[in-house]
């Protein structure tokens, strides 16, 4: 009956068009963002200009449909400025005027493609003809349950799926959803369990039902330039030279370039992703931006230092660098997976930001995200002039001095937990009740 034509992905602020798609008996939708109502559209193309602020910070949006008299007929809801699925997609179902279902409308986006490389739909599992959005159903039992199903493939591995259910005149999405909480625990002791923590975690009053606890494998995202080159002349290769005997009994000197290769690592199974600076528009989402990423490397491939001197991007001399966005970004990519996490910004000899939000819009997001975060610089701050806009920043322009800065990532990575709770909330809005002790939201 209802749902969103405008899938935000990435980063949203400032004055963005919102949406929906409607059918009968439909007269008019209310528009709620983080629980206040902002709008009323009551007409095709049943669009409104919606202003999101100036900084980035975790939206929910909520559209209610309204009959006639004012009655709510259904609900369609998204979050903002939070980890998206690579791919998704909405339906809603168009009805004649007896309120009889006759086709689906779908509306689907992904971050890898404009357009999906197919498109598959059921009607209680028999396959569908699919030739634009809308799909026609076929005559069925109106007192009988039945479930339509919508599949878009972008690539091998990315697709979204939403199966529709209805009988007669309902309709309803089926899905159980949880918000991931990253913890930080604050005494040393036995780790607690999801019965320990009853009641700890509160929203607006009210205690959440903690499903799980768990540690796991973390995450981090670090932003970088795309060049190795500072980072060799501050960090050094991390090589050694030995000596070794040849068969005439000689010892010659041989230098090994990886000889310190697993020196200030992750643990094993930990992953390290760079997201670099440099950005890209995504088609068809006005305003987002796309940034690249590297592959995922294991504390089992190497040390922060090894990869921060050999890990870069191909594009050497970018158009422009944008160090804040990229940051925040990679809040996003740190969280998606409901890991522990953390994101690292290291400054380089970049002369100029050209990001759209400021470092301190940027700290105060990722905040509200519950990422910790960490600005390190391989200059001094009397060599670099982007240090003063980041506040609290460590200087890495030594291996000793990294390896520093990199025992405090870990220490904050080891006491983390993340807790699962029942619902998909805004990170803000969850708190710690008295009973959390030993406990704090990591940030």
């Known amino acids: 009956m209802i749902a969103f034509a405008s899938l935000f992905l990435g980063l949203v ?37 919606l202003d999101f602020g100036a900084e980035p910070l975790p939206h929910e949006l909520v559209a209610r449909a309204l009959d006639a008299e004012g009655k709510e007929v259904g609900v369609a809801r998204q979050f903002v400025n939070l980890p998206r ?6 339906v809603v179902l168009e009805r004649d005027a007896k309120g009889r279902a006759v086709a689906a409308r779908f509306s689907g986006q992904s971050l890898i493609a404009s357009r999906p490389a197919r498109v598959t739909a059921t009607f209680d599992e028999k396959p569908l003809p699919v030739e634009s959005t809308r799909i026609a159903l076929p005559d069925y ?60 975690l509160v929203r607006r009053g009210r205690a959440l039902p903690v499903v799980a606890v768990e540690q796991g494998p973390a995450m981090v995202c670090v932003v970088r330039g795309p060049s190795v080159a500072l980072a060799l002349k501050a960090l050094g290769t991390g090589g050694k030279t030995t000596l070794l ?23 094993k ?42 890990v870069e991007h191909p594009q050497q001399r970018p158009a422009e660098i944008r160090l804040a966005d990229a940051a925040a970004v990679a809040g996003l990519e740190a969280t998606a997976t409901g890991q522990r996490r953390a994101v690292i910004l290291v400054i380089g000899d970049e002369k100029s930001d050209d990001s759209r939000h ?38 890495v322009s030594s291996a000793a001095r990294l390896e520093e800065a990199f025992a405090r990532v870990k220490a904050d990575l080891a006491s983390q937990r993340i807790v699962w709770v029942e619902g998909r909330y805004l990170p803000q809005e969850i708190t710690l009740s008295e009973s959390a002790a030993g406990l704090e939201l990591a940030k």
């Open 13 to 49: 602020v400032g004055v963005v068009p919102v949406t929906v798609l409607v059918e009968k008996p439909v007269a008019a939708v209310r528009i709620e963002l983080d629980g206040r109502t902002v709008g009323r559209v009551a007409q095709a193309p049943w669009t409104l200009a």
């Open 85 to 90: 699925p690579p791919a998704e997609v909405e």
């Open 141 to 200: 039992d109106p007192g009988a349950r039945h479930i339509v199903s919508v599949e878009l493939v972008f690539g091998p591995a990315v697709r979204s799926r939403t199966d529709l259910v209805f009988g007669g005149a309902e309709t309803s999405v089926v899905s159980s959803e949880l918000t991931a909480v990253a913890v930080r625990a604050t005494a040393a002791g036995k780790s607690p369990d999801a019965p320990d923590l009853a009641g700890a």
């Open 245 to 267: 005997r040849q068969p005439d009994g000689r010892r010659l000197p041989q230098f090994d370039r990886d000889a310190s290769r697993y020196e200030m690592a992750l643990e």
């Open 269 to 310: 199974d930990d992953r390290a992703r760079f997201i670099w600076p440099m950005p890209r528009t995504i088609e068809n989402s006005p305003g987002a931006q796309l940034f690249d990423k590297s592959r995922d490397f294991l504390g089992a491939d190497g040390g922060i230092a090894w990869l921060l001197t050999r």
């Open 358 to 395: 400021s470092p301190a819009s940027v700290r105060r997001y990722l905040e509200a995200m519950r990422v910790p975060f960490y600005v390190w610089s391989l200059k001094s701050a009397a060599t670099q002039p982007l240090v003063k806009n980041w506040g609290k920043v460590e200087e």
